[in-house]
Nanobody, 121 residues
Framework: QVQLLELGGGLVPAGGSMRLSCLGS???????VAWFRQAPGKEREFVAS????????HYSDSTKGRFTISRDNARDTVFLQMNSLKPGDTAAYYC???????????????WGRGTQVTVSS
């Protein structure tokens, strides 16, 4: 299993930007990587995914146009650049790795512990 570590969460005002990083262990570069988020009392929600080569990405409707997922395989890292943040983006953000691009959590076998993002109004 791939080991994942999320970095970069914190507090940001509405309209601001933040970049999250997901550092992976061995086999990370062979994995599809996705970001999910979960707010208190809500189900885990798909945010974005990226394929192994980094040339195919998918976004949820709520993040499309504001968030950008990218990867640097030389550094075993996937990034999530978040712009124009809204209070509704407040959640714990999780990095996940799996074999096929998917928006469902069940498709991913490896998960990080998450990092909290709080957007103040």
């Amino acid at each position: 299993q791939v080991q994942l570590l999320e970095l970069g969460g914190g507090l940001v005002p509405a309209g601001g930007s933040m970049r999250l990083s997901c550092l992976g262990s061995q086999y990370f570069n062979a994995s599809v990587v996705a970001w999910f988020r979960q707010a208190p009392g809500k189900e885990r929600e798909f945010v974005a995914s990226i394929n192994r080569r980094g040339d195919n990405t998918h976004y949820s409707d709520s993040t499309k146009g504001r968030f950008t997922i990218s990867r640097d395989n030389a550094r075993d890292t996937v990034f999530l650049q978040m712009n124009s943040l809204k209070p509704g983006d407040t959640a714990a953000y999780y990095c996940a790795a799996g074999g096929v691009p998917s928006s469902t959590p069940q498709s991913y076998s490896s998960w990080g512990r998450g990092t909290q993002v709080t957007v103040s109004s």
